[in-house]
């Protein structure tokens, strides 16, 4: 629209940065392994082994019943719904490094997002805050995308607290099984205990994925001499501090953090991954996906 400000992005740059990954990776034709692990998928019989399928996939059981290769077929492979729930709270408008927090996950999720619908596949998607702010059912196409990431990229879009028990509330209340995927993107430093179970029923009822999007700043104060004046976003109080005398108490309640963060998926079996604003995101994220792929085959290869 015009006169919205805009995030400083680079969707095209990093769109084709990904692909390249994707490629040299070898991932554009298991989609559904990528974003499923075998879960959700309707087993339909047997086909024959052939030299495009990964040795991985054969079902050895099968297969010496057979006395021929066969590898498992699932119905769902193609027409997958992926659901994208993403934090804009105020949260994510940090950053000290070349991005905020929401400039890099915006480039993360359209390059995500962009391999999903170029799979054949259907993206939808909701923000929230203290509250769910808006939801597009999963569609596909260019002018699907380009609404997507007009939204995304929307400067104003991004303000409030940060509630993810909400966003897990609307995805158990609202969203129902014919979409197979979410994917959740935050930096998950206002997540507690309390959304645990939530966060299970969300688990349970689809194949979830988690993206934590950190800044350097996030683990650890800068070692510099004198005083800062930090604000909270939400409340706005704020706090003189000395970052030489606070980092050891800093970074202690930040990896506590963390790692009640990573337990909490961990225990629902939820794959995480941690991305820094400071670092290139595409290795990174086509390295997840093909450890996802790995998990399948050990699954359905039993």
């Known amino acids: 629209m015009d006169g919205e400000k805009k995030l ?22 298991k989609l559904y392994k990528l974003i499923l692990r075998g879960k959700g998928l309707e087993f339909d019989g047997y086909r024959a082994y052939s030299s495009d399928d990964d040795a991985g996939t054969i079902d050895w059981r099968a297969s010496k019943r057979a006395n021929s290769l066969l590898v498992k077929k699932y119905i769902e492979e193609k027409n997958l719904k992926v ?31 962009n391999l999903i619908l170029e799979s054949g596949n259907k993206i939808g998607y909701f ?26 990229t929307n400067a104003s879009l991004y303000k409030g607290n940060s509630d993810l028990g909400n966003a897990l509330d609307f995805a158990i209340d609202y969203l129902d099984r014919s979409i197979v995927s979410i994917i959740i993107v935050s930096d998950f430093i206002r997540v507690d205990k309390g959304v645990e179970d939530r966060l299970a029923l969300v688990a349970q009822k689809f194949e979830t994925m988690a993206i934590m999007i950190k800044d350097p700043l996030d683990k650890t ?3 510099i001499s004198g005083e800062l004046v930090v604000e909270d976003p939400v409340t706005k109080e704020r706090l003189l501090i000395n ?60």
């Open 8 to 29: 400083n992005t680079d969707i095209a740059g990093a769109i084709s940065s990904f692909q390249s990954a994707i490629k040299s990776f070898e991932l554009q034709k």
């Open 83 to 113: 659901v994208f729930a993403i934090d804009v709270g105020e949260n994510m408008v940090f950053g000290s490094a070349e991005k905020l927090k929401c400039e890099y996950g915006a480039e993360v999720i359209a390059s995500l997002s």
């Open 221 to 223: 104060l800068p070692d």
């Open 127 to 152: 923000f929230f805050n203290e509250k769910v702010n808006e939801f597009v059912r999963p569609g596909r196409g260019k002018n699907h995308f380009w609404r997507f990431i007009d939204a995304l």
């Open 243 to 302: 970052p030489r005398l606070a980092r050891a108490g800093y970074e202690k309640h930040s990896a506590e953090q963390e790692h009640l963060v990573k337990e909490m998926f961990r225990k629902r079996d939820i794959d995480l991954l941690e991305l820094m604003t400071d670092k290139p995101f595409v290795v990174s994220l086509a390295t997840f996906l093909k450890e996802r792929t790995r998990v399948v085959r050990k699954r359905v290869s039993l």
